[in-house]
C-alpha cells in the first residue's frame, strides 16, 4: 500500500486535472454568443454586480415599452481589463442608474454585451470586449 501522502497527491492531481478545463469551457469570445447586428440601448437602475473572471457581469432593471420591468444581464470584460480602462469595483454599485449601449446575445434573450456604460456620475466608461467588432476606445 502506499504511503498516505503518496495517495493525498493522487488525488488533488486527479481533482485538479478534472477542474482545470472548467474554466476554459466558461470563457467564449464575443462572436461566439453576441449579435453585432443586434445593438441595444437600455437604461435603468443597476440590482447586481458580479466582479469576476473570466467576465465581469451587472443586472439592470429596466422599463420596456409597455411599461414592465425588465431585468437584463450585461457582460464585460475581465476584471483586470476593466481596471485598465478606469472601472473599480465601486465605480457601480445597486440603485446606480445607468445608460449601457451594447449588443444583444444571439439567443435573444435578456443578455447583452456591454460596449459602454455611461455611470450615475455621468462618466462613460468602456465594457466591451476586445473583439466584439465596435469602434476602438
Request: no cysteine.
Amino acid at each position: 500500500m502506499k504511503p498516505t501522502w503518496q495517495l493525498a497527491g493522487l488525488l488533488a492531481a486527479a481533482i485538479a486535472g478534472v477542474l482545470a478545463p472548467t474554466r476554459g469551457f466558461a470563457h467564449h469570445s464575443f462572436m461566439a454568443e453576441f449579435d453585432q447586428a443586434q445593438p441595444v440601448m437600455v437604461e435603468g437602475a443597476v440590482t447586481k454586480v458580479e466582479w469576476q473572471n473570466p467576465h465581469t457581469y451587472f443586472y439592470v432593471d429596466a422599463i420596456d415599452a409597455s411599461g414592465k420591468t425588465v431585468q437584463w444581464a450585461f457582460e464585460t470584460g475581465s476584471p483586470n481589463a476593466l481596471i485598465m480602462r478606469g472601472w473599480t469595483q465601486k465605480s457601480m454599485k445597486p440603485g446606480d442608474h445607468v445608460v449601457v449601449h451594447g449588443y444583444r446575445a444571439k439567443a435573444g434573450t435578456n443578455l447583452a454585451a456591454a460596449r459602454s456604460v455611461t455611470l450615475a456620475d455621468g462618466r462613460t466608461i468602456f465594457g466591451g470586449q476586445t473583439d466584439d467588432g465596435g469602434p476602438t476606445q
